[in-house]
């Protein structure tokens, strides 16, 4: 993605035409996305920092009021008892239903401290009714001073199958929602406006593009109103161990990916740092999880280095130990195959890769037969594999044969025969490579085009998402050297 200054076009605009496909031939290979600037080039790196409670914290007066919409979710309640522990004394709490049981003693419990609740049955995604709600605030309470937006819903679909009205559900409660808010609060004097993001919109989530679009406004919009001087916060969340979104499936899921769950005392303590004038002054995006950087960054780099955690790797990343018995030790796979005939080594290969990949997809324990179901040319991840089984697959492999083997390996050689070919040469050295994996092609034409569409298209589904890369600015290259 690239990120331009303004609106091209003329004559005047030539020079930042040059500077964009010059740099995309320079570091297009290796940036996902970089803003143009007047002329510089910009790119996104999560960055650590220490949280500090601040010299000054942000003033939350008793006779102030304070809005919080998704506020009978399990995170609003949260930061609804939070507000008040940091001394408000009036809240309003906008949801779309009628409290629960739970909730009336949640609500009942800050009203015994002397805390004025207002409960509003409002969906924030309709003008009217947000509207009737400050009508409220402004003449039966006092001045509204800060707003919590922690409406949402989440859902995982692959973008493939996701309908409009999936889309528009995940999406209203996150764009439509806030930027009513920020509408209609233009002329109150607020103390900070908070939206609570997802670090879905920060490095992706697999079957999540809705939810990840719908954090992203939320995060584009803190940086247009810090820009315009208003104090505002965008908080990209990780799972918070509050109940809400996250079920107990997927916490298991995000374990293993290195996601842990962030407590509530946690994330109450870095609020009350970021919401401190000074730093609210500085920065309005912040993301606050609980991960273990040495076990994510590798999965999430699995397909290609991503530039977007580079900074984290000196200070955050520890030297994680296999889970698999320490290399070195004598590979019973390779004692194995080299006790059958050289004629039938490539056969024995081939039957422990279908195995081995076999069980990393599940299919071993689901009644297939792994000959059957597993094509020789069929792609790892049309078959299903993702990030997460890559690695396993990596993993059982090196143990087995007891030799490091590269992070990308399912995506250098994505199917049986690829994968087999692989071990073979640069494992067990039986192969040599052919001539022809020797030479470079002349031109991006010959590469591409020399063979059928079929084939073709086979071809490039087969490539990994760094070797079409390299393919593609090879090709700008030389179609823009004349320009630039």
């Known amino acids: 993605m690239i990120d331009l200054d303004g609106v091209l076009g003329g004559v005047a605009d030539t020079h930042e035409i040059k500077l964009l496909l010059r740099l995309i031939c320079q570091v297009g290979h290796q940036e996902d996305q970089f803003a143009l600037r007047q002329g510089c080039a910009y790119v996104p790196r999560l960055v650590k920092q220490t949280l500090e409670q601040p010299l000054v914290p942000l003033d939350l007066r008793g006779d102030r009021t304070y809005l919080i919409t998704g506020g009978l ?18 809240l ?25 609740v207002l409960v509003c049955e409002t969906d924030v995604t309709q003008l009217e009714q947000v509207a009737d709600v400050l009508r409220k605030i402004d003449t039966s309470m ?38 009513i808010l920020h509408h209609l609060t233009q002329n109150y004097p607020l103390d900070f406006f908070v939206t609570c993001s997802s670090i879905a919109s920060v490095w992706g989530s697999k079957g999540q593009s809705h939810y990840a679009a719908a954090n992203q406004f939320l995060d584009g919009l803190a940086h247009y109103r810090h820009g315009q001087g208003q ?115 490539d056969d024995h290969l081939q039957e422990y890769l279908q195995k081995t990949v076999a069980e990393v997809l599940g299919l071993s324990t689901a009644g297939f037969s792994t000959t059957q179901a597993l094509g020789r040319e069929q792609g790892f991840f049309e078959m299903g594999m993702d990030s997460l089984m890559a690695m396993d697959l990596k993993e059982r492999l090196e143990q087995d044969l007891q030799t490091k083997l590269p992070t990308t390996l399912a995506f250098e050689a994505p199917n049986l025969t690829s994968l087999a070919q692989y071990i073979a040469q640069e494992v067990l050295n039986w192969l040599p490579p052919k001539p022809e994996e020797l030479q470079e092609p002349a031109s991006f034409q010959e590469k591409v085009f020399s063979s059928d569409a079929l084939e073709l298209q086979q071809r490039i589904e087969q490539m990994t998402e760094g070797n079409l890369e390299d393919l593609i600015n090879r090709e700008l290259q030389a179609l823009t050297g004349e320009v630039l």
């Open 231 to 345: 104090p505002t916060l965008s908080v990209n969340w990780g799972p918070w161990d509050q109940g809400g979104m996250i079920q107990e499936q997927e916490k298991h899921m995000l374990g293993h990916l290195g996601v842990k769950l962030l407590q509530p005392a946690e994330g109450g303590y870095a609020l009350n740092c970021l919401l401190s004038p000074q730093r609210m002054a500085q920065s309005c995006q912040a993301t606050i999880a609980n991960i273990d950087w040495s076990i994510f960054k590798p999965l999430y780099e699995v397909g290609k280095r991503r530039q977007l955690l580079a900074l984290l790797e000196a200070s955050s990343l520890a030297v994680q130990s296999p889970t698999y018995a320490d290399l070195g030790t004598e590979s019973a796979l390779i004692t194995s195959l080299q006790a059958v005939p050289v004629e039938e080594r």
């Open 73 to 90: 979710g399990s995170l609003g309640l949260y930061l609804s008892d939070w507000l008040v522990r940091q001394g408000a004394q009036h």
């Open 142 to 179: 006092p001045p509204l001073r800060g707003i919590i937006h922690a409406a949402g819903i989440s859902g995982f679909q692959s973008i493939e199958q996701i309908h409009w009205k999936d889309f528009e559900a995940v999406l209203s409660p996150k764009v439509t929602g806030t930027w």
């Open 92 to 116: 309003v709490l906008m949801g779309r239903r009628t409290p629960s049981a739970e909730d009336k003693v949640a609500i009942a419990q800050m009203e015994a401290q002397g805390v004025q």
